[in-house]
């Protein structure tokens, strides 16, 4: 089972560098969503999307780019890369309903110099 | 709007002695709860949820989370640690209202020999 598969795993970009991350599930799941993780703040939603064409904002979405075009893949986009776009990012998907629990990918580590 | 206080940014445990990290949550809808680990470089992967059925919820690795309403706690307990119990937890809600997770800042567990 592959389940939530993200790629790249490492990325270093320089200031103003556009790049997209990607992400796929094989589960069928509707919901897929992107976090973005720095210390002491735990998860930070990015954008989200309840399924195919069906995009939204989360916490945190100035300077990504999403869009969902199948069921499987949901890559963000970073359009003019910043310094403060330095994390860790991980793509999420969820089972059916509101009970169902978040299902993660083993993330991309992105520095912007 | 709901959120997720973890007391304890870091906690320090012998081998063998219990594990107590703790979890506060506000929602204005009853919540669904859930504890997630990362190991070093690792996605989150879940340990237990709670989802309005039982109020003690048993999970992997011997991990168990008693949802109390009364006291807004959803606090995460093992009797006896173990080394491989060191990584980091993250508690987080999620509403019946929405699919979004709201994640709390996160706990590293330091299991010492």
């Known amino acids: 089972n592959a389940g939530v598969t993200q790629t790249p795993k490492f990325q270093v970009l320089k200031t103003g560098q556009s790049m997209t991350l990607q992400c796929a599930q094989d589960?069928?799941?509707?919901?897929m969503s992107w976090y973005r993780q720095d210390p002491g703040m735990g998860l930070r939603l990015i954008h989200y999307s309840v399924g195919a064409g069906i995009t939204d904002q989360g916490e945190v979405p100035n300077g990504y780019n999403v869009s969902r075009s199948t069921t499987e893949d949901f890559p963000l986009r970073l359009l003019s890369a910043a310094p403060s776009q330095t994390s860790v990012y991980f793509c999420a998907s969820r089972a059916g309903g509101y009970t169902g629990e978040l299902f993660f990918g083993e993330g991309s580590r992105l520095t912007v110099l | 709007a709901q959120s997720v206080t973890q007391l304890g940014s870091h906690v320090s445990v012998s081998e063998g002695a219990l594990v107590l990290l703790r979890c506060n949550y506000s929602s204005s809808v009853p919540p669904y709860l859930f504890w997630y680990v990362q190991y070093p470089n690792q996605g989150l992967q879940l340990l237990l949820k709670?989802?309005?059925?039982?109020?003690l919820v048993k999970g992997i690795n011997g991990f168990e989370a008693e949802f109390k309403k009364s006291e807004t706690s959803f606090h995460l307990t093992k009797p006896s640690a173990h080394m491989s119990d060191a990584a980091e937890y993250f508690c987080a809600v999620s509403g019946s209202y929405g699919q979004n997770f709201v994640f709390g800042p996160g706990t590293r567990l330091s299991v010492l020999p």
């Open positions: 589960m069928n799941h509707e919901y």
């Open positions: 709670y989802t309005s059925a039982a109020t």
